[in-house]
């Protein structure tokens, strides 16, 4: 199975600073179709997991364009360029490469300074 | 306006069983692959099943940590998906959320999900 290794675990972040997350996976998620199929996911308390970016850049609709995402192989990043209060909650990266199963990291806790 | 509404959590004992319904509207459940994902109290996310869309393979996908215990369905008259869940234990306990599948993309929508908590 992938391993998916998120850093940090915790990010207190203050409001309009920038914030980034990490996330590694333990083989390249490149596919034979050369598409690469790593997503982020937002969890606000007490709320379902939501989308915000698939094929490691590409973002949902209605999300917001202070999120982005990059990175290639096995090395990929979100960046959320002014930090808002809404954005509080935990952070999840997937990939759904090489599957079953799908695998998620272990979630980064983004909070306000 | 797609919507994916979980139901029938409960409180059960260790092996026993719960079905687990979550109802689709706005779309066409069968025409799309659908999975279920579980979050214990605390924790993150484990995805548990897939089913492929039925214009598809209709492949049908486990968790090693449920494989022989849980069984994923749908009913394309109720635009429903299922999950059987039988010999439940206590490490089953979580919160389940049925998730959609748009063509090779994961979960672009999820429901909002339903207790299933294992306990004597």
């Known amino acids: 199975d992938v391993v998916m290794t998120q850093s940090p675990l915790s990010l207190p972040v203050t409001l309009g600073q920038p914030a980034s997350i990490s996330c590694r996976s333990s083989?390249?998620?490149?596919?034979?179709?050369?598409?690469?199929?790593l997503s982020w996911f937002q969890q606000r308390p007490g709320q379902s997991p939501r989308r915000l970016i698939y094929?490691?850049?590409n973002r949902d609709s209605g999300v917001p364009d202070r999120f982005s995402g990059s990175g290639s192989g096995t090395d990929f990043t979100l960046k959320i360029s002014r930090v808002e209060a809404e954005d509080v909650g935990v952070y999840y990266c997937?990939?759904?490469?090489?599957?079953?199963?799908?695998?998620f990291g272990q979630g980064t806790r983004l909070e306000i300074k | 306006e797609v919507q994916l509404v979980e139901s029938g959590g409960d409180l059960v004992q260790p092996g026993g069983s719960l079905r687990l319904s979550c109802a689709a509207s706005g779309f066409t459940l069968s025409h799309y692959s659908m999975n279920w994902v579980r979050q214990a109290p605390g924790k993150g996310l484990e995805w548990v099943s897939y089913?492929?869309?039925?214009?598809?393979?209709?492949?049908?996908y486990y968790a090693d940590s449920v494989k022989g215990r849980f069984t994923i369905s749908r009913d394309t008259a109720k635009n429903s998906l299922f999950l059987q869940m039988n010999s439940l234990r206590a490490e089953d306990t979580a919160v389940y959320y049925c998730?959609?599948?748009?063509?090779?993309?994961?979960?672009?929508?999820w429901g909002q999900g339903t207790l299933v908590t294992v306990s004597s």
């Open positions: 089913i492929g869309a039925s214009s598809g393979s209709g492949a049908i």
């Open positions: 998730a959609r599948d748009w063509p090779d993309t994961h979960f672009d929508y």
């Open positions: 083989q390249s998620l490149i596919y034979s179709d050369g598409n690469t199929f």
């Open positions: 094929k490691v850049s």
């Open positions: 997937m990939q759904g490469t090489h599957w079953p199963p799908i695998t």
